[in-house]
């Protein structure tokens, strides 16, 4: 398992983490506990130290399954959660609903504190390596969301402070007041505006960026079929991205590329992610699991190192295909 160290933090992490929101449920469809904790430990197993959570995933059940598949081998991961999403106040914004309880945008330092003794508990760890706005409070000043983050990793509860879905004016204030490790921002061959907004500042001032929805929700996995149905919340439903013409599109992409993955003896989706990991200014790629066998797959391709020649005939290809696909 490739490696690379998190910001200024003295951290090395796989270039794999393991992302856990559908481990939650919430907008996925549901969830199966057993496999989900399974899925965790697979990934340990498999060289992944990278493990990304949150209290709005499930409302505190991702973090419980995170907590649960970690005891007794916390020293193998580096873990990293979020605040500001809550529901235990009303303070900030509303944002949505979630199982019936109203969830507000709100980084005021007592709801950062509330929130990451709540996390620590569910977690079942007395630290946090990367400590994660998760959506931006305008209601808050960004000083004094950043100098509580401060304090809490000068008391050793939190080691690296990282932001997400933010606006470069606001990650520009947030290093005002502090060293900012990381940013966890959508990247994908589909959805690439990072390229343009956050990564040439990113790199510049050595900030790592770990990218979220790597294969674009699995429709990059090349499998989802175009007469694949979802059920219930799944956000897939009423996504145009997974649209039947769409699907149709990535399909053929997923067997263009196909020859070159079996030259590496990899599947189309470690492919497009040793792909993801090979662009400037992407430090890591968060995968989704829900079972062993996923969480497997998604390790394996934190193995890969791609050569540059073939790297830019991805790029052509994704140039070609993946710019027809319909958005909205």
């Given at each position: 398992?490739?490696?690379?160290?998190?910001?200024?933090?003295?951290?090395?992490?796989?270039?794999?983490?393991?992302?856990?929101?559908?481990?939650?449920?919430?907008?996925?469809?549901?969830?199966?506990?057993?496999?989900?904790?399974?899925?965790?430990?697979?990934?340990?197993?498999?060289?992944?130290?990278?493990?990304?959570?949150?209290?709005?995933?499930?409302?505190?059940?991702?973090?419980?399954?995170?907590?649960?598949?970690?005891?007794?081998?916390?020293?193998?991961?580096?873990?990293?959660?979020?605040?500001?999403?809550?529901?235990?106040?009303?303070?900030?914004?509303?944002?949505?609903?979630?199982?019936?309880?109203?969830?507000?945008?709100?980084?005021?330092?007592?709801?950062?504190?509330?929130?990451?003794?709540?996390?620590l508990r569910r977690l079942g760890t007395d630290y946090i390596d990367l400590y994660i706005t998760h959506w931006q409070d305008?209601?808050?000043?960004?000083?004094?969301?950043?100098?509580?983050?401060?304090?809490?990793?000068?008391?050793?509860?939190?080691?690296?402070?990282?932001?997400?879905?933010?606006?470069?004016?606001?990650?520009?204030?947030?290093?005002?007041?502090?060293?900012?490790?990381?940013?966890?921002?959508?990247?994908?061959?589909?959805?690439?505006?990072?390229?343009?907004?956050?990564?040439?500042?990113?790199?510049?001032?050595?900030?790592?960026?770990?990218?979220?929805?790597?294969?674009?929700?699995?429709?990059?996995?090349?499998?989802?079929?175009?007469?694949?149905?979802?059920?219930?919340?799944?956000?897939?439903?009423?996504?145009?991205?997974?649209?039947?013409?769409?699907?149709?599109?990535?399909?053929?992409?997923?067997?263009?590329?196909?020859?070159?993955?079996?030259?590496?003896?990899?599947?189309?989706?470690?492919?497009?992610?040793?792909?993801?990991?090979?662009?400037?200014?992407?430090?890591?790629?968060?995968?989704?699991?829900?079972?062993?066998?996923?969480?497997?797959?998604?390790?394996?391709?934190?193995?890969?190192?791609?050569?540059?020649?073939?790297?830019?005939?991805?790029?052509?290809?994704?140039?070609?295909?993946?710019?027809?696909?319909?958005?909205?």
């Amino acid at each position: 398992m490739n490696t690379r160290q998190l910001g200024f933090s003295g951290i090395d992490a796989s270039v794999i983490g393991l992302g856990t929101w559908a481990m939650g449920g919430w907008m996925w469809g549901g969830t199966n506990e057993k496999d989900a904790v399974a899925a965790i430990q697979e990934s340990i197993t498999c060289g992944v130290s990278l493990i990304d959570t949150a209290p709005a995933y499930g409302l505190g059940r991702s973090e419980e399954l995170v907590g649960k598949a970690i005891k007794g081998q916390r020293d193998k991961v580096v873990l990293a959660t979020k605040c500001g999403l809550v529901w235990h106040t009303q303070q900030g914004n509303h944002f949505f609903d979630e199982e019936g309880k109203p969830v507000h945008r709100y980084l005021g330092r007592d709801a950062i504190q509330f929130e990451l003794e709540q996390s620590l508990r569910r977690l079942g760890t007395d630290y946090i390596d990367l400590y994660i706005t998760h959506w931006q409070d305008p209601t808050t000043p960004i000083e004094e969301t950043m100098n509580t983050l401060m304090d809490l990793k000068q008391q050793g509860k939190i080691r690296a402070i990282g932001v997400s879905n933010i606006s470069l004016a606001e990650l520009k204030q947030y290093q005002r007041f502090g060293t900012v490790d990381a940013v966890q921002e959508k990247y994908n061959m589909i959805e690439r505006e990072l390229e343009q907004s956050l990564l040439p500042h990113t790199r510049a001032t050595g900030v790592s960026c770990l990218s979220y929805s790597s294969l674009a929700l699995g429709l990059l996995s090349g499998k989802i079929s175009a007469d694949r149905t979802f059920d219930g919340d799944d956000q897939r439903l009423s996504n145009p991205l997974f649209s039947q013409p769409n699907r149709q599109i990535v399909q053929q992409f997923c067997q263009s590329v196909a020859p070159l993955a079996n030259d590496y003896g990899i599947s189309v989706a470690q492919l497009v992610i040793a792909w993801t990991l090979s662009q400037p200014g992407i430090t890591y790629a968060l995968c989704g699991a829900r079972n062993p066998s996923q969480a497997a797959e998604n390790a394996r391709a934190g193995e890969v190192n791609l050569a540059a020649a073939d790297v830019d005939t991805i790029s052509t290809l994704v140039a070609q295909s993946l710019s027809q696909l319909q958005t909205d």
